[in-house]
Nanobody
Framework: QVRLVESGGGLVQAGGSLRLSCAAS????????MGWFRQALGKEREFVGAISWTGEVTEVADSVKGRFTISRDNAENTVYLQMNSLEPEDTAVYYCASSADLLAPDTLLLRQMEYEYWGQGSQVTVSS
């Protein structure tokens, strides 16, 4: 069982920055692809970004491209989501997720159904 705990959310003005962290409990964290998703009030949860278990391959959604960056520190069992130039439309609960499958080094998982473990979520609110 892998426990994921997000932190770093909060209230920020439009144009500001936040960095979300997701700490994993499992020592095998470094072996699994990770992802970030978000869910705005009244909307379905959507993909934000994904990172391979090596950390060398990443992808982010078109809506955040050029503003958000995903990274990981396997020595610290932590994955990060750096969010710059935040917009009110980025307001949502942000979730990190971990695969439970051992996959090829450059594998990215873009769909929610591919993830086994989820964090409790971290609220990000961007004021205009």
């Amino acid at each position: 069982q892998v426990r994921l705990v997000e932190s770093g959310g909060g209230l920020v003005q439009a144009g500001g920055s936040l960095r979300l962290s997701c700490a994993a409990s499992a020592r095998t964290f470094s072996s699994y692809p990770m992802g970030w998703f978000r869910q705005a009030l009244g909307k379905e949860r959507e993909f934000v970004g994904a990172i391979s278990w090596t950390g060398e391959v990443t992808e982010v959604a078109d809506s955040v491209k050029g503003r958000f960056t995903i990274s990981r520190d396997n020595a610290e069992n932590t994955v990060y989501l750096q969010m710059n130039s935040l917009e009110p439309e980025d307001t949502a609960v942000y979730y990190c997720a971990s695969s439970a499958d051992l996959l090829a080094p450059d594998t990215l998982l873009l769909r929610q159904m591919e993830y086994e473990y989820w964090g409790q979520g971290s609220q990000v609110t961007v004021s205009s």
